[in-house]
C-alpha cells in the first residue's frame, strides 16, 4: 500500500481568495469573467489531502468552470457572514451547496470562531447556567463539547440540539436567499466510525430540516459516502507523516470522483431542462 507521504503544505498551492474575503477556500483562484458553477462548503468541499476534489470533475463532466469555495472546517456561518464571497457564488449561474452541521454556528448558547466554525470560544450566559457542572475552558472545538455535555445530561442537551437546528434551519435560509435561490443542496451523509455520539454526518441534521429547505432550491442530491479508511481509499492522497489519522476520516479521491459523477448527472439534466 503506497500513501503519498509528502509535506503537510503539499497542498498549499491549491489555496487562495477572493476579493476582501479572510477566508482560504480552494485554489486555485479562477477567473469569474466567464460562465461558471460555485461550489461552496467544508472539508469535504475543499477536498482535503485530495489531488482533484470533486468540484474539479464535475467541471470536466457539464462543460462550465466550476470555482471551489470550499473552505476546511467551515460551516454555514463562514458563508454567510462574508460578503466577497457570497458575491462570487451569487455571480455564477448556480450554486452547489453543502448540507453542512449544525454544532459548527453561533447560536444562544455558545460563540464559534467565525471562519474555523469547528472551533469552540466561549459559552454566553445561558449554557453555563444551563450545565453549571462543566468548565467550558477545557474545551476548543465544538464537538468536544457537546459530546460533553449529552453525556452529563441527556436531557439539557436536547435544548441546546433544538436551539442548533432553528439556528441552522435560519442561517441556510438566509444564505439560500442571498443566492436568489439558484441553488442546489448536496448532502453527503456518512458515520465517520469513531466514538463521537452526535450521529452521522452532518451532525444534528435530520431529513425534516432539508425539507424545510427543499421549496427554496432547485434540488436535492443526497448521497451515502464513506470515509477514505472505510472505503480503503487512502493510497493516492496527499498528505504529511503526521496526517494519515487524519487523512482516513477524509473522503478519498474514489469517492470525489463518485461524488462528482452523481453531480454532474443531476446538473446535466438540470441545465438541459433550462
Not at 106 to 133: C, G, I, M, Q, W
Request: charged share 20%; glycine share 8%; aromatic share 8%.
Amino acid at each position: 500500500m503506497s500513501y503519498e507521504l509528502k509535506s503537510a503544505d503539499a497542498l498549499v498551492s491549491e489555496i487562495c481568495s477572493y476579493g476582501e474575503s479572510r477566508l482560504h477556500v480552494r485554489g486555485p483562484a479562477r477567473d469569474l469573467r466567464d460562465p461558471y458553477l460555485s461550489f461552496l462548503g467544508g472539508t469535504e468541499v475543499f477536498g482535503r489531502f485530495v489531488e482533484r476534489p470533486f468540484p474539479q470533475g464535475v467541471e470536466g463532466q457539464v462543460g462550465l468552470a466550476c470555482v471551489n469555495l470550499g473552505s476546511i472546517n467551515a460551516g454555514v456561518d463562514a458563508f454567510v457572514y462574508d460578503d466577497s464571497l457570497m458575491e462570487v457564488a451569487a455571480g455564477g449561474q448556480l450554486t452547489i451547496l453543502q448540507v453542512m452541521g449544525a454544532q459548527n454556528l453561533t447560536n444562544s448558547f455558545y460563540k464559534v470562531h467565525p471562519r474555523r466554525n469547528d472551533r469552540f470560544l466561549r459559552p454566553y450566559d445561558a449554557l453555563v447556567h444551563l450545565f453549571p457542572e462543566i468548565d467550558f475552558t477545557d474545551y476548543h472545538f465544538n464537538k468536544h463539547m457537546l459530546t460533553s455535555l449529552k453525556a452529563v445530561s441527556s436531557e439539557r442537551f436536547e435544548r441546546v440540539c433544538a436551539e442548533l437546528q432553528e439556528t441552522w434551519l435560519m442561517r441556510m435560509g438566509r444564505l439560500i436567499d442571498g443566492l436568489q435561490g439558484r441553488v442546489v443542496l448536496l448532502w453527503l451523509r456518512y458515520d465517520m466510525g469513531t466514538a463521537e455520539t452526535l450521529g452521522p454526518s452532518p451532525s444534528l441534521v435530520e431529513r425534516s430540516m432539508v425539507d424545510v429547505l427543499r421549496p427554496s432550491v432547485d434540488g436535492v442530491i443526497e448521497l451515502e459516502v464513506a470515509t477514505a479508511a472505510q472505503a480503503q481509499d487512502v493510497p493516492g492522497m496527499i498528505f504529511g507523516p503526521m496526517d494519515l489519522p487524519a487523512a482516513r476520516l477524509m473522503l478519498g479521491p474514489k469517492e470525489h470522483d463518485r461524488i462528482s459523477d452523481a453531480v454532474a448527472s443531476h446538473l446535466l439534466s438540470l441545465l438541459a431542462a433550462a
